[in-house]
């Protein structure tokens, strides 16, 4: 039995998803993934009007006369929800936390794909998958993904993207739109997630907080890395400290952003404390576009 306080958040995010998806994302969703949830089926010659994308180059060259490719529309997709919930994603300073952030953001995409007849998984990972969920449709399929995203109590604390990504590649043999939610606080994991890239539709989302991006001027003040326990003092009244800060917070942005470059994916970025709506906005008409 679920305590009362707790059903009624759950319902809370769930109205306020629903709404979302409503009003914005319900009629973009087919057209951003368009093209996702096909197999190919077979070949045959070209004829005047066919799209020229569609050629199957290889076959042409062989046959010394143009062939397109013909796709079968797959009646469904699944979308699979790859969440971290490491120690670090509790921290938050404006009104919400990292992790309750990543609950509204995941409840959303739920929402949009099962409004639209699509599965939708779940995979919550810290330094090991703490619990998959196989994809679903329904409300309450939905109702347990909220609840789990936001009160499931794992049992590391640190964070290894790649050890979820070859979960990923090991239980899902088809190809999966795949959400990748995280705070993004590791590294070394970019040979397996460009593996994974090869099979999945990956779309990246980065989560922060304003204050990881920027010290305020507070004087004298102790920070603790929630993942490993370690402990610093800083002095924040030092500019000259806060601007080290900023650096070090903009040099592993970088390395990042440029991570993703490489590996042609387009990460959504989403702050605490601000309405997920405008992201989602952009990043769905970007994909409608291309």
């Known amino acids: 039995m679920i305590p009362k306080e707790i059903f009624q958040k759950i319902r809370r995010i769930q109205i306020r998803s629903s709404h979302r998806v409503d009003e914005l994302l319900a009629g973009s969703w087919n057209s951003a993934f368009k093209g996702r949830g096909i197999e190919f089926e077979e070949v045959r010659p070209y004829q005047p009007g066919d799209d020229v994308r569609t050629i199957d180059w290889n076959v042409t060259a062989r046959s010394d006369q143009p062939f397109v490719k013909l796709f079968r529309e797959e009646r469904e997709m699944s979308v699979v929800l790859l969440v971290d919930l490491s120690r670090s994603v509790e921290f938050g300073t404006r009104s919400q936390t ?44 939905i109702l347990r993904i909220i609840r789990e995203l936001l009160y499931c109590a794992p049992v590391g604390t640190g964070t290894d993207i790649g050890n979820a990504i070859e979960h990923l590649n090991r239980t899902c043999k088809r190809r999966n739109v795949v959400f990748l939610i995280s705070d993004f606080f590791d590294s070394g994991f970019e040979s397996v997630l460009k593996v994974a890239r090869r099979r999945h539709d990956i779309i990246p989302i980065v989560v922060s907080d304003p204050l990881e991006q920027e010290l305020p001027n507070a004087g004298l003040i102790r920070l603790r890395d929630s993942e490993t326990g370690s402990v610093i003092s800083i002095d924040t009244s030092s500019g000259k400290n806060r601007d080290r800060y900023k650096k070090i917070y903009r040099q592993k942005a970088s390395a990042r952003t440029s991570m993703f470059r490489r590996l042609k994916m387009d990460p959504i970025h989403f702050t605490t404390g601000t309405d997920i709506v405008e992201p989602l906005r952009r990043y769905f008409h970007s994909r409608e576009q291309r």
């Open 98 to 141: 990292k992790r309750e952030l990543i609950a509204e953001i995941g409840a959303t995409l739920a929402m949009s794909a099962t409004k639209n007849n699509d599965k939708v998984g779940v995979t919550l990972f810290t330094d090991d998958v703490e619990k998959a969920i196989p994809p679903r449709k329904g409300s309450r399929h």
